[in-house]
């Protein structure tokens, strides 16, 4: 069975091709999508969470290259939609299909990432989750989150403001 995506794309996520892969479609999903399962306490989406991974990143130094795979560390979930990870961790077929997706992503970006890479976004991913929870989740006001680099923005804002600088930023990062 093929999916339709925002840019009028066809295909069988289960078969995706790198030419399947679109930045606008990604940035479009992920700005539509709320984290958390949307259990916060306001509209906040994977791609503000993305780009706020991808701001920490650069605040630390990290290359371009560092900086793309933090921006686009959940892109997977443009395909798939986002699954909390209290859940995520039991589905093992998901987690498979998961790390298809996003190996043709990663291919389709040219960030054939090394182990070292792939644990670097993914420390960024959990420290960026760690201040989301203190401020977003009701029952999290006594966490103490990892100190970050950079000042997340956990703000509210219209899903078209994401997407245009989500993809900004990608374009910037790409060339």
């Not at 093929?2 to 066809?10: E, I, P, Q, V």
């Not at 949307?38 to 130094?61: D, I, P, Q, W």
């Amino acid at each position: 069975m093929k999916m339709n995506t925002y840019t009028g794309k066809r295909f069988e996520p289960l078969k995706m091709t790198p030419e399947d892969v679109s930045l606008r479609d990604i940035a479009h999903a992920l700005s539509l999508l709320c984290r958390g399962g949307g259990h916060m306490k306001y509209f906040y989406t994977v791609g503000l969470h993305s780009l706020n991974c991808a701001r920490e990143a650069a605040s630390r130094g990290w290359s371009n290259r560092l900086v793309l795979a933090c921006l686009l560390h959940d892109a997977s979930e443009a395909y798939l939609s986002d699954i909390i990870r209290p859940v995520k961790v039991h589905l093992s077929n998901y987690l498979e299909i998961e790390d298809q997706i996003m190996s043709v992503i990663w291919q389709h970006f040219h960030l054939e990432l090394t182990s070292e890479e792939h644990k670097k976004w993914k420390q960024i991913d959990d420290e960026i989750l760690d201040s989301e929870l203190k401020e977003m989740f009701s029952g999290e006001v006594e966490r103490i989150p990892v100190p970050l680099r950079s000042t997340p923005d956990f703000s509210e804002h219209p899903h078209e403001e994401v997407k245009a600088e989500f993809i900004t930023l990608a374009k910037e990062l790409l060339k």
